[in-house]
């Protein structure tokens, strides 16, 4: 008998629909699990007795270890597989959000922030090369914005869900139970199966050198984009429950059902966009013009909202907050889908961790920064300012320097 005949057959790939389901609930499991300390930072400040500058620490204490293991962990998916290391990176940040509702103290909180974000950072480069791997162009949109309704909606459910059950039980066990939660994940992504992209498939076709992807202006235009971008964006994400509560003086509940409704319009209005620009592109638009537009609209409208978040009553500023979260939205589903066109399935991993890298910047120098301005301060006008000016270097990344949205021909680029 042939040795092979006895080895199990191999599994089918699983279907596109499938992978972009799994990988989209798994974004949606980090930032339901990423912004539970944002939603418990009233109740937390008042049993702890932390200052402002102490939550600015914390709230940003998980990009320190995001951000800096992003480049890094990048190469592990390249190398390992993005199926294994976005496993791997469940079972971390899962037990990191478990063990925050046993923390007793400043020190121990920080600790499990910086373990969440390490956790976390294998969740964008994974999901990239998937897609990349998987996906035609001309459906790369509406992906991406699933993709994006996954992370948008996280948000959603971490503030409302999870503010509603600490109004009634406190915080602590919001974070056993959502850590809990993002361990049944594994079970259905246990049997997946990722294709194989066309330069796997083909020898000839050798990845590129991390110094050819370093040498792309398209590279570090979408690195100043990403880092502009998310800079409002992970500033709204961190303070908008606590501006919320402290400043426009809205009660838990109240908090609760008006940042889900912000979070839950971004969501939609992400995966909408997908869809519109999946239909455009085959339609015989240009990705170049779709993608780059969007991006401009973008940091043109958020620079108007963050003058107007803080300068309006508490009516207008929760309805510019609206719009500015319908805006994020639109703008999402591009984020990524730049890269995973330009760079392709055999760059895409580490092209994106390095453009992520700096996108989280944003996420601990926004949270700290404010927080320090308004323990001298007393308020978030300066905090807004410094968001707005932010936006605008966004415009210079994706128009001036990001080149054509297309696939790069790496056989014919510098080594």
């Given at each position: 008998?042939?040795?092979?005949?006895?080895?199990?057959?191999?599994?089918?790939?699983?279907?596109?629909?499938?992978?972009?389901?799994?990988?989209?609930?798994?974004?949606?499991?980090?930032?339901?699990?990423?912004?539970?300390?944002?939603?418990?930072?009233?109740?937390?400040?008042?049993?702890?007795?932390?200052?402002?500058?102490?939550?600015?620490?914390?709230?940003?204490?998980?990009?320190?270890?995001?951000?800096?293991?992003?480049?890094?962990?990048?190469?592990?998916?390249?190398?390992?597989?993005?199926?294994?290391?976005?496993?791997?990176?469940?079972?971390?940040?899962?037990?990191?959000?478990?063990?925050?509702?046993?923390?007793?103290?400043?020190?121990?909180?920080?600790?499990?922030?910086?373990?969440?974000?390490?956790?976390?950072?294998?969740?964008?480069?994974?999901?990239?090369?998937?897609?990349?791997?998987?996906?035609?162009?001309?459906?790369?949109?509406?992906?991406?914005?699933?993709?994006?309704?996954?992370?948008?909606?996280?948000?959603?459910?971490?503030?409302?869900?999870?503010?509603?059950?600490?109004?009634?039980?406190?915080?602590?066990?919001?974070?056993?139970?959502?850590?809990?939660?993002?361990?049944?994940?594994?079970?259905?992504?246990?049997?997946?199966?990722?294709?194989?992209?066309?330069?796997?498939?083909?020898?000839?076709?050798?990845p590129p050198s991390l110094r050819q992807i370093l040498r792309q202006r398209s590279l570090w235009g979408a690195c100043l984009g990403?880092?502009?971008?998310?800079?409002?964006?992970?500033?709204?994400?961190?303070?908008?429950?606590?501006?919320?509560?402290?400043?426009?003086?809205?009660?838990?509940?109240?908090?609760?059902?008006?940042?889900?409704?912000?979070?839950?319009?971004?969501?939609?209005?992400?995966?909408?966009?997908?869809?519109?620009?999946?239909?455009?592109?085959?339609?015989?638009?240009?990705?170049?013009?779709?993608?780059?537009?969007?991006?401009?609209?973008?940091?043109?409208?958020?620079?108007?909202?963050?003058?107007?978040?803080?300068?309006?009553?508490?009516?207008?500023?929760?309805?510019?907050?609206?719009?500015?979260?319908?805006?994020?939205?639109?703008?999402?589903?591009?984020?990524?889908?730049?890269?995973?066109?330009?760079?392709?399935?055999?760059?895409?991993?580490?092209?994106?961790?390095?453009?992520?890298?700096?996108?989280?910047?944003?996420?601990?120098?926004?949270?700290?920064?404010?927080?320090?301005?308004?323990?001298?301060?007393?308020?978030?006008?300066?905090?807004?300012?410094?968001?707005?000016?932010?936006?605008?270097?966004?415009?210079?990344?994706?128009?001036?320097?990001?080149?054509?949205?297309?696939?790069?021909?790496?056989?014919?680029?510098?080594?």
């Amino acid at each position: 008998m042939n040795k092979n005949s006895r080895l199990p057959p191999a599994r089918a790939a699983t279907s596109p629909a499938t992978l972009v389901f799994l990988v989209s609930t798994a974004l949606f499991i980090t930032y339901v699990d990423r912004g539970t300390l944002a939603t418990a930072a009233p109740l937390m400040q008042d049993e702890l007795h932390l200052s402002a500058s102490q939550l600015g620490i914390l709230l940003s204490a998980f990009y320190y270890g995001y951000v800096l293991v992003m480049a890094p962990v990048s190469w592990l998916v390249e190398r390992y597989g993005a199926p294994r290391m976005l496993a791997l990176g469940v079972v971390v940040w899962s037990i990191a959000t478990l063990a925050t509702g046993f923390a007793n103290g400043f020190a121990a909180i920080l600790a499990l922030r910086l373990l969440l974000g390490l956790g976390e950072s294998p969740a964008f480069p994974s999901a990239c090369k998937v897609f990349a791997n998987a996906l035609d162009i001309s459906k790369l949109g509406l992906a991406n914005g699933w993709l994006s309704f996954g992370y948008l909606l996280g948000p959603v459910v971490g503030t409302f869900v999870g503010g509603l059950m600490m109004a009634v039980y406190g915080w602590r066990p919001v974070f056993i139970v959502f850590g809990c939660v993002s361990l049944l994940w594994l079970l259905p992504w246990s049997r997946v199966v990722v294709p194989k992209s066309v330069a796997a498939a083909e020898p000839s076709l050798r990845p590129p050198s991390l110094r050819q992807i370093l040498r792309q202006r398209s590279l570090w235009g979408a690195c100043l984009g990403m880092f502009s971008a998310n800079y409002s964006f992970y500033f709204i994400l961190a303070w908008l429950p606590y501006y919320l509560v402290k400043a426009r003086g809205l009660s838990i509940e109240s908090m609760a059902w008006t940042a889900s409704w912000a979070y839950l319009l971004n969501a939609v209005a992400a995966l909408w966009m997908g869809w519109l620009t999946d239909r455009r592109i085959m339609a015989g638009a240009s990705p170049t013009v779709m993608y780059k537009s969007l991006m401009a609209l973008f940091h043109i409208a958020a620079i108007i909202c963050m003058a107007g978040m803080v300068l309006l009553p508490t009516s207008g500023s929760i309805a510019t907050l609206f719009v500015f979260e319908v805006i994020v939205g639109v703008a999402s589903p591009g984020l990524f889908a730049i890269p995973q066109i330009i760079a392709g399935p055999s760059a895409c991993g580490r092209w994106v961790g390095i453009q992520n890298a700096f996108g989280g910047l944003p996420g601990f120098v926004a949270p700290l920064v404010t927080g320090v301005l308004v323990d001298r301060t007393g308020q978030f006008t300066l905090a807004f300012e410094i968001a707005a000016a932010v936006s605008a270097f966004g415009l210079i990344g994706w128009l001036l320097m990001v080149q054509k949205v297309a696939p790069l021909r790496w056989a014919d680029s510098p080594t």
